[in-house]
């Protein structure tokens, strides 16, 4: 099952949501981001949250539409983000978009993007209006070219990746070394119909962007 997770972020950061990428997702909402999916006419499976970011009268409209929600009280150990992940992490999943969990508050952002480790399969991604973000393991991956999202980096998520080689690219590498704080690895391109990424050690962040002039 492919899932999709609507948190409240910034409305500036969202993605379409009717984009091909989410085709045949089931869809849940993370407080504030159940109102946004209601407004797109999109009904969520499952809602999660302590509903702290809408007014009353639009708690009692998300209320009214039959969904089912895990209600929370604003004070409580984890966030409803993750509450959710949890959740989707107990059911059989072939992906999980995150959808809202960037912009506004810099310590959501960071937060939102190191649940990412949560799914050891690498099956949780990040996705905003510029980005699409993933973790990557030691191992071989592919990953196609887009034009929507032309530039292809790789930020380290562990202290250091050993053994990293990127084929098809503008600036290929063979078994390098990228450690916190390099930039070796920002802005590449994919030249051919996809790129090879091999790991040895360590984790990475993949990140296919565009600049925020292109959409």
Not at 46 to 64: H, L, P, T, W
Not at 87 to 111: M, Q
Not at 134 to 144: E, M, N, S
Not at 182 to 203: F, H, P, R, V, Y
Request: glycine content about 6%; hydrophobic content about 40%.
């Amino acid at each position: 099952m492919k899932f999709a997770i609507l948190a409240g972020g910034p409305d500036a950061h969202l993605p379409d949501l009717n984009d091909p990428l989410f085709t045949d997702v089931q869809w849940i909402g993370v407080d504030r981001g159940t109102l946004i999916l209601l407004q797109h006419h999109i009904y969520p499976i499952k809602a999660f949250g302590d509903f702290d970011s809408v007014s009353n009268e639009e708690r009692r409209y998300i209320a009214d539409q039959e969904i089912d929600i895990d209600y929370f009280q604003p004070e409580k150990d984890y966030t409803d983000l993750e509450i959710a992940l949890n959740w989707v992490l107990e059911r059989p999943h072939e992906v999980c978009y995150i959808v809202g969990a960037t912009g506004g508050r810099l310590d959501h952002t960071l937060i939102n993007v190191q649940m990412l480790i949560k799914n050891a399969s690498g099956k949780f991604l990040l996705v905003d209006a510029q980005n699409i973000v993933t973790l990557l393991y030691p191992g071989a991956y592919t990953v196609r070219k887009s034009t929507r999202f032309p530039y292809l980096s790789l930020v380290a998520f562990s202290a250091a990746i050993t053994g990293l080689t990127i084929e098809g690219v503008k600036y290929p590498l063979q078994r390098a070394h990228l450690q916190w704080g390099s930039s070796l690895c920002i802005s590449n391109e994919i030249l051919d119909e996809e790129a090879k990424i091999t790991i040895e050690e360590g984790i990475v962040f993949c990140i296919q962007s565009k600049d925020a002039k292109a959409f």
